[in-house]
Protein backbone atom coordinates (compact mmCIF):
# COMPACT_ATOMS: atom_id res chain seq x y z
CA UNK A 1 0.00 0.00 0.00
CA UNK A 2 1.57 3.44 -1.22
CA UNK A 3 -0.02 5.39 1.23
CA UNK A 4 0.69 3.54 4.49
CA UNK A 5 2.33 5.47 6.64
CA UNK A 6 5.36 4.25 9.12
CA UNK A 7 7.38 6.40 11.93
CA UNK A 8 9.34 5.02 14.59
CA UNK A 9 7.87 5.08 18.54
CA UNK A 10 8.51 8.43 20.18
CA UNK A 11 10.95 6.73 23.24
CA UNK A 12 11.99 8.21 26.96
CA UNK A 13 15.06 8.39 28.48
CA UNK A 14 15.22 4.96 29.67
CA UNK A 15 13.52 3.16 27.02
CA UNK A 16 15.89 5.08 24.18
CA UNK A 17 19.45 3.98 26.46
CA UNK A 18 17.90 0.67 26.48
CA UNK A 19 16.89 0.44 22.75
CA UNK A 20 20.28 2.05 21.69
CA UNK A 21 22.12 -0.30 23.68
CA UNK A 22 19.97 -3.50 22.68
CA UNK A 23 20.24 -2.39 18.93
CA UNK A 24 24.18 -2.22 19.50
CA UNK A 25 25.41 -2.44 15.99
CA UNK A 26 22.30 -2.61 14.27
CA UNK A 27 22.63 -0.06 11.37
CA UNK A 28 19.28 -1.29 9.68
CA UNK A 29 15.84 0.41 10.85
CA UNK A 30 14.68 3.77 11.75
CA UNK A 31 14.96 5.80 14.90
CA UNK A 32 13.21 8.76 16.30
CA UNK A 33 14.13 11.67 17.72
CA UNK A 34 13.79 11.18 20.69
CA UNK A 35 15.60 8.05 20.82
CA UNK A 36 18.66 9.89 19.04
CA UNK A 37 18.59 12.86 21.23
CA UNK A 38 18.13 11.00 24.52
CA UNK A 39 21.18 8.59 23.76
CA UNK A 40 23.32 11.57 22.70
CA UNK A 41 22.31 13.00 26.47
CA UNK A 42 22.93 9.91 27.35
CA UNK A 43 26.30 9.75 25.94
CA UNK A 44 27.68 13.06 27.18
CA UNK A 45 26.65 12.51 30.74
CA UNK A 46 28.66 9.17 30.34
CA UNK A 47 31.61 11.00 29.22
CA UNK A 48 31.35 14.14 31.79
CA UNK A 49 30.85 11.38 34.78
CA UNK A 50 33.43 9.85 33.61
CA UNK A 51 36.27 12.88 33.39
CA UNK A 52 34.75 14.00 36.89
CA UNK A 53 34.67 10.31 38.10
CA UNK A 54 38.50 9.88 37.12
CA UNK A 55 39.64 13.39 37.91
CA UNK A 56 38.70 12.36 41.68
CA UNK A 57 41.50 9.53 41.24
CA UNK A 58 43.69 11.30 39.35
CA UNK A 59 44.09 14.09 36.41
CA UNK A 60 45.27 12.07 34.05
CA UNK A 61 42.64 9.20 34.63
CA UNK A 62 39.91 11.41 34.30
CA UNK A 63 41.03 11.76 30.82
CA UNK A 64 40.75 8.37 29.65
CA UNK A 65 38.24 7.58 31.29
CA UNK A 66 36.23 9.87 29.20
CA UNK A 67 38.08 8.50 26.31
CA UNK A 68 37.04 5.00 27.11
CA UNK A 69 33.40 6.02 27.48
CA UNK A 70 33.62 7.69 24.12
CA UNK A 71 35.02 4.47 22.80
CA UNK A 72 32.61 2.39 24.07
CA UNK A 73 29.53 4.59 22.81
CA UNK A 74 30.93 4.81 19.44
CA UNK A 75 29.23 1.77 17.95
CA UNK A 76 26.09 2.48 18.81
CA UNK A 77 26.22 6.12 18.48
CA UNK A 78 27.13 5.52 14.64
CA UNK A 79 24.18 2.91 14.46
CA UNK A 80 21.46 5.17 16.36
CA UNK A 81 22.63 8.17 14.00
CA UNK A 82 22.68 5.93 10.73
CA UNK A 83 19.25 4.85 12.15
CA UNK A 84 17.87 8.68 12.96
CA UNK A 85 18.94 9.62 8.94
CA UNK A 86 17.23 6.59 7.52
CA UNK A 87 14.12 8.34 9.64
CA UNK A 88 14.26 11.23 7.21
CA UNK A 89 15.32 9.10 3.97
CA UNK A 90 19.35 9.63 4.01
CA UNK A 91 22.25 7.29 4.49
CA UNK A 92 23.27 6.85 7.39
CA UNK A 93 26.79 6.90 5.18
CA UNK A 94 26.55 10.64 5.61
CA UNK A 95 27.60 10.55 8.93
CA UNK A 96 31.47 9.60 8.02
CA UNK A 97 31.32 13.32 6.65
CA UNK A 98 31.75 14.51 10.22
CA UNK A 99 35.40 13.24 10.20
CA UNK A 100 36.00 16.64 8.69
CA UNK A 101 36.03 18.04 12.31
CA UNK A 102 38.40 16.60 14.30
CA UNK A 103 40.73 16.40 10.93
CA UNK A 104 40.31 20.34 10.37
CA UNK A 105 40.94 20.88 14.14
CA UNK A 106 43.99 18.39 14.07
CA UNK A 107 45.96 20.09 10.98
CA UNK A 108 44.96 23.67 12.21
CA UNK A 109 43.49 24.82 8.99
CA UNK A 110 41.17 27.56 9.52
CA UNK A 111 39.19 26.76 5.97
CA UNK A 112 38.84 22.83 7.09
CA UNK A 113 38.11 24.22 10.43
CA UNK A 114 34.96 26.00 9.25
CA UNK A 115 34.31 23.44 6.99
CA UNK A 116 33.84 21.71 9.69
CA UNK A 117 32.06 23.68 11.65
CA UNK A 118 29.27 23.73 8.78
CA UNK A 119 29.13 20.01 8.47
CA UNK A 120 28.12 19.50 12.32
CA UNK A 121 25.41 22.64 11.97
CA UNK A 122 23.85 20.58 8.99
CA UNK A 123 24.15 17.04 11.04
CA UNK A 124 22.24 18.92 13.68
CA UNK A 125 19.60 20.17 11.91
CA UNK A 126 19.13 16.70 9.99
CA UNK A 127 19.02 15.32 13.23
CA UNK A 128 16.26 17.56 14.76
CA UNK A 129 14.43 17.64 11.26
CA UNK A 130 10.83 15.82 11.55
CA UNK A 131 11.01 11.73 10.64
CA UNK A 132 9.06 11.02 6.94
CA UNK A 133 6.07 9.12 8.50
CA UNK A 134 6.10 7.39 4.77
CA UNK A 135 7.39 3.97 4.08
CA UNK A 136 11.15 4.31 2.50
CA UNK A 137 13.43 2.22 1.54
CA UNK A 138 15.01 1.94 5.12
CA UNK A 139 12.23 0.45 6.56
CA UNK A 140 12.32 -2.95 8.43
CA UNK A 141 11.33 -5.42 6.40
CA UNK A 142 8.03 -6.65 9.21
CA UNK A 143 6.87 -3.35 8.52
CA UNK A 144 6.74 -3.65 4.73
CA UNK A 145 3.89 -6.51 5.31
Not at 5 to 22: A, D, H, N, V, Y
Request: overall charge neutral; hydrophobic content about 45%; some cysteine.
Amino acid sequence: MPNEKFSPPSRTFPESIQSCLQKYADFDGRASRSEYWWFFLFGWLCQVGGFFLGGTIGVTSGFFLSIFTVVALLLPTLAVGARRLHDINMSGWLQLSLIVYPLGLLSESRGMILLGLIIVIVFVVLFAADGKPEKNRYDEPSTRQ
